[in-house]
């Protein structure tokens, strides 16, 4: 449909242009990965995008932040992804129970958050 073939003009427009991004598709990309049901190419482009571009490594800071704290939305999609993939919608009563270190488990390069 409209939604995938959106995502493949992405796909090309972040092939041909990261880290720069001038045509600003990053921000656009989860969304239309989960439009279009790509679940998979989601998760794919979170593990390429951490190591080669500086999220998520060991050493944690300004130059190189988590995923997560860097791009909240993207991390919120890799967590929905892994929710829609699994077939059935979650219902309201599993969500009230679902905390930020459940969310933070399906980032990539995320760690678990430090007990208060």
């Known amino acids: 449909g409209m939604h995938r073939t959106a995502l493949e003009v992405c796909k090309l427009l972040l092939a041909a242009s990261l880290p720069r991004d001038p045509a600003h598709a990053l921000p656009v990309f989860d ?59 979650p219902t309201l009563e599993s969500l009230n129970h679902v905390g930020v270190a459940d969310v933070l488990r399906g980032v990539v390069g995320a760690v678990e958050p430090e007990a208060a």
């Open 31 to 89: 969304f239309l990965c989960l439009r279009s049901k790509q679940y998979d190419a989601l998760a794919r482009f979170a593990a390429h995008l951490a190591p080669e571009y500086g999220f998520g490594s060991k050493g944690q800071g300004p130059a190189n932040p988590r995923v997560d704290l860097a791009m909240p939305g993207f991390a919120y999609s890799l967590a929905l992804a892994g929710f829609l993939k699994a077939g059935s919608p």
